[in-house]
């Protein structure tokens, strides 16, 4: 998964800069560098403590009678969700599809704990070893999403600041509020950069 992510984040970083990217531009780079030929977005209604908002389904298909096989990815996402949370969720549902043919995932304040406590990094060093499949593929599709919405450089920036309280640059680049310890916080940026150098 991270191979891919780490091709298509630089192509963004080197396309957007230091500025918001949208899901059009993540989408085209997506179906540009990777193995996904084309990405399909479906809304669809829920309720709002439903715990799963988003799912997707990959398949192969051939879109013309002589043409070639072409990878197809369906994202779904539920209605209620505004735009920061929109934008992460179909981001992490396309980094499972990298890896995966089908499924569907949640997110809530209870796996955001299980994350920090499942992963709790004694150095950049230590890898991820010995968690439940299933958890170990959220946390990292959580964090190839954030790879996405904000790229490396510009994390590896605001993390230099040593802010307290990230809300105004998780604004400003699009990520929930919720996962700003994770995006710019050194010790899981350290570990991200090695999925990506090792190309997990």
Known sequence: MFKAVAKASSEI??????NRTDLAVITR????????????????????????????????????????????????????LNETWRRFVVCKELCHALEEDDGCHSVSAA????????FSLSSKSKVL?????????????????LELLC???????????GLDDHEEVCAKYGIPYEYGWFAFGKEWMDAVAGFMKRGH
């Not at 970083?13 to 230091?18: A, C, F, L, P, V």
């Open 129 to 145: 070893t010995k968690q439940p499949a299933p958890i170990t593929a959220e946390f990292l599709a959580e964090a190839a999403a």
């Open 29 to 80: 780079i997506v179906e540009g560098v990777t193995a996904i030929d084309k990405v399909v977005f479906v809304r669809y209604e829920t309720d709002p403590d439903n715990p799963i908002w988003g799912s997707f389904q990959k398949w192969m298909q051939r879109p013309s009678p002589y043409s070639s096989l072409e990878t197809w990815v369906e994202v779904r996402y539920a209605a209620h």
């Open 151 to 161: 790229p490396m450089p510009i994390r590896r920036v605001v993390e230099a600041m």
């Open 111 to 118: 796996s955001m704990d299980n994350l920090v406590n499942a």
């Open 13 to 18: 970083y080197s396309e957007i800069g230091d």
